[in-house]
Nanobody, 129 residues
């Protein structure tokens, strides 16, 4: 059973930085796509970034390109989201998600689509002065 545990959310001032972590277990890490999603109050959940852990291919939402960086530590089976130049509109609960790459391809789920099979509990990021 896949288990995802996020950490690193906090209150930060505009222009600041945060690094979110998601520790994964119960899966063959190199066969999975890992994603970060966020949901702001009153809004739908949106894809932020994802990475194929085997190939290292990355995808970003236009709203975070150039500011956020996704990466993995395969030895620790952990995915990170480095967030720089944070803006108030980045305020949201951030969720880690995971799914098997072959399964995603078979189901026609594209990068940043909200149809991953496993989800973490979320971590709050608040950007405010």
């Amino acid at each position: 059973q896949v288990r995802l545990v996020e950490s690193g959310g906090a209150l930060v001032q505009p222009g600041g930085s945060l690094r979110l972590s998601c520790a994964a277990s119960g899966m063959i890490f190199r066969l999975y796509v890992m994603g970060w999603y966020r949901q702001a109050p009153g809004k739908q959940r949106e894809g932020v970034s994802c990475i194929s852990t085997g190939e290292g291919e990355t995808y970003y939402a236009d709203s975070v390109k150039g500011r956020f960086t996704i990466s993995t530590d395969k030895a620790k089976t952990t995915v990170y989201l480095q967030m720089n130049s944070l803006k108030p509109e980045d305020t949201a609960v951030y969720y880690c998600a995971a799914d098997n790459l072959a399964s995603l391809v078979r189901r026609g789920v594209g990068p940043l689509d909200d149809d991953f099979g496993s989800w973490g509990q979320g971590t709050q990021v608040t950007v405010s002065s």
